[in-house]
């Protein structure tokens, strides 16, 4: 069971949480005054289990398709199915029964948030190969874990359009910044066998790149606060709230690889901070 839990990093949830906030984010920022308050927490319960899921499966495909490369890096040698504690064959029975549970949960909502979900998984297949082929998994990382976004707005019955494009842009630039933070784990093993990503391409310069990734963020969150017409207290609240990106540029050393990934786990808060600004926003109308 220990090796299971490894498996899906059940031991490890903060990336649960970042891909079930940006779903939160869409659903609360399209959850109108005239919508009811049972099916809104009816889909957040919903959105929460499917990012457990779909986590848990994005997980055990990446350890099938990394087994190789996993075998050279220090942090993740020992992960099941990379030492043999766990078959690929085990593996993708479970990828399997995780994206069935998924869909039962991906059908709850309407015909056009079921068709935009199901274009994720282009994303979420291809994701595990950009490392080989390009320095920016981060953004393409970015673009499939943010996706819950716009189907968290579709899932309330509305159109696509400026609102949610923005946050999903500017949550892009947030998993960039963060994985790019993540990264820098295994900066070194990464060097030596190729891997390709941010933190080698920016190492020199990562302060600078991870400034200018939250800087973006936070300019088109502002954007869209403008676009709502929000008080002076939600500029302060998400002023408050952009602290926890500025601490995370503040103490990053690129030598501290440990100090990096509780860094790392800092976007949890940010990620619950801005929902809870949302939420405020929609309920003050």
Known sequence: MKNYIKLIRLDKPTGIFLLFWPCSWGLVLGNSSSSSHEIFYYYLLLFFIGSFLMRSAGCVYNDIIDKKIDIKIARTKTRPITSGLISASKGWFLIVLFVALSLIILVQFNFKSIIFGLSSSFFVILYPFMKR?????????????????????????????????????????????????????DIQD??????????IKFHKNIKLFLSTCYLISFGLFIVLLILLNVSLTTYFLTFLSSLILIIQIFLFDSKEYKKNAKLFGFNNYYGLSIFLILLIIMQNG
Do not use: H, R
């Not at 990382?141 to 509305?158: A, H, P, R």
């Not at 990464?190 to 933190?199: A, F, H, N, P």
């Open 133 to 185: 082929i390009t320095y920016w998994p981060q953004l393409f990382l970015g673009v499939t874990f943010n996706w819950g976004i716009i189907l968290g707005w579709l899932s309330m019955g509305n159109e696509i359009g400026l609102i949610p494009i923005l946050l999903y842009i500017s949550a892009i630039f947030w998993t960039l910044g963060y994985d790019t933070i993540y990264g820098m784990q």
């Open 190 to 199: 990464d060097i030596k066998i190729g891997v390709k990503s941010t933190s």
